[in-house]
């Protein structure tokens, strides 16, 4: 009996095993085909149209992760790492703002879940980017892929993030060609 139960331990540890690794591949899988999916520079804030502006020289990057077909994972790192998760409510949501702040593109529209954040003092110069993203973050409503006509860098992606009184734009060097 006690030899039957040993068996039945190891049958079950390499069952999870073999779970979990189909599990991964199946979200490597997932992730790999998300075309939103990446880390990016903030590049322009705007808040009702006005320009927030960031420090020069400025590293304040955004990292958007899915994590199945329904959700993602957005943080964004300052000085402080502000996250939020992201449910995905239609993916097929075309740019129809009528800004000078990036245009066309196809979209998704997304509903915000409350913004997390850790609580480090953060520099001066950063202070306003934290506080805009504090407070906007959790009215985002949609996330648009640009076309890539107007970036900075070769070979790039681009997404506009639209909420309610917000809009941001960033840049990710594309490494397929």
Request: net charge negative; aromatic share 4%; charged share 20%.
């Amino acid at each position: 009996m006690l030899q039957r139960t040993a068996t039945s331990s190891a049958q079950r540890a390499r069952l999870i095993l073999f779970a979990a690794a189909a599990m991964v591949g199946l979200l490597a899988s997932v992730s790999a085909a998300n075309e939103y999916e990446g880390t990016y520079k903030i590049m322009d804030m705007f808040k009702d149209g006005i320009r927030v502006s960031l420090p020069e020289r400025s590293a304040v990057a955004l990292s958007l992760q899915q994590f199945d077909e329904q959700s993602y994972s957005l943080s964004i790192k300052a000085a402080n790492r502000l996250s939020a998760h992201l449910v995905v409510v239609d993916t097929n949501a075309a740019d129809s703002t009528n800004t000078n702040h990036g245009s066309g593109g196809e979209g998704i529209l997304v509903k915000a879940g409350p913004v997390r954040s850790t609580r480090m003092m953060a520099p001066p110069e950063l202070q306003p980017v934290e506080r805009f993203f504090a407070q906007e973050l959790e009215t985002l409503q949609r996330i648009v892929l640009l076309d890539g006509d107007s970036c900075t860098m070769d070979n790039c992606k681009r997404l506009k993030l639209i909420g309610t009184h917000m809009e941001v734009l960033c840049e990710q060097e594309n490494t397929v060609a």
